[in-house]
């Protein structure tokens, strides 16, 4: 396992449409994250789990979005009736906590492009 | 509110030389601090953390930051800069109350050129 995989890496839609992305994180990983990166800003955080439990959402994260992680592996984020709005990088990053010691590895994120 | 800012969008320096990107930070409580680099099409790589300890944090590929409470800074270091150290570094901070997460809040990014 080389990293953390994100698919697709780029995605075009119509405004009103919806999309799914997909994350896989790196194997005995129990945390994953998803963040949100506008051209010019760092990234934002949307939501992250713990195995399979959703612990925390952001504001940022409108009831259009929804993130699930089923069998504390990989994970999904959907986002329905995309808005031109919601044009970004969506980044993907998981870790293994030890104690406080926790680094996150990014994937290469899937740039959604909202037309 | 926790938030970090990087004063500066692009650095230039010349191979060689010694290179610093900025950032400085605002939290409530002690601060954990984080150094993360961009290349293009590539996920973000981490580079240094601080959490307690020595205010000098050696990090990977010869970076190092220097954190001054004083100042509220952690500024990014590196001794002699490389070609290939070109790329968009991110400082960050741990969200308040987000107790043992890799919940980050990011600086807006600096875009680190290095010439020849």
């Known amino acids: 396992d080389t990293g953390v995989s994100q698919d697709p890496r780029h995605k075009i839609t119509k405004r009103g449409q919806n999309v799914t992305f997909r994350c896989d994180p790196i194997?005995?990983?129990?945390?994953l994250y998803w963040y949100r990166q506008t051209l010019g800003q760092g990234p934002e955080f949307l939501t992250y789990?713990?195995?399979?439990?959703?612990?925390?959402k952001s504001r940022l994260l409108s009831d259009r979005f929804s993130a699930e992680r089923p069998k504390g592996s990989f994970s999904t984020l959907e986002i329905q009736r995309t808005e031109q709005g919601d044009s970004a990088m969506y980044l993907c990053?998981?870790?293994?906590?030890?104690?406080?010691?926790?680094?996150?590895?990014f994937g290469s994120g899937t740039q959604l492009s909202v037309l | 509110a926790q938030s970090v800012a990087q004063p500066e969008d692009q650095v230039n320096v010349a191979e060689g030389n010694p290179l610093t990107v900025k950032c400085t930070y605002s939290?409530?409580?002690?601060?954990?601090l984080f150094w993360y680099v961009q290349y293009p099409n590539r996920g973000l790589q981490f580079l240094l953390k601080?959490?307690?300890?020595?205010?000098l944090v050696k990090g990977s590929y010869g970076f190092e930051a220097e954190f001054n409470k004083s100042q509220t800074s952690f500024h990014l270091k590196k001794p002699s800069a490389l070609v290939s150290d070109s790329a968009l570094y991110f400082c960050?901070?741990?969200?308040?109350?987000?107790?043992?997460?890799?919940?980050?809040?990011f600086g807006q990014g600096t875009t680190l050129q290095v010439k020849p």
């Open positions: 194997s005995e990983h129990n945390r």
């Open positions: 960050a901070v741990r969200g308040h109350g987000s107790g043992n997460t890799g919940k980050l809040i």
């Open positions: 789990f713990q195995n399979e439990a959703q612990l925390e």
């Open positions: 990053a998981s870790s293994f906590v030890r104690g406080t010691n926790e680094k996150l590895f």
């Open positions: 939290v409530s409580g002690n601060p954990y």
């Open positions: 601080y959490i307690t300890g020595d205010n």
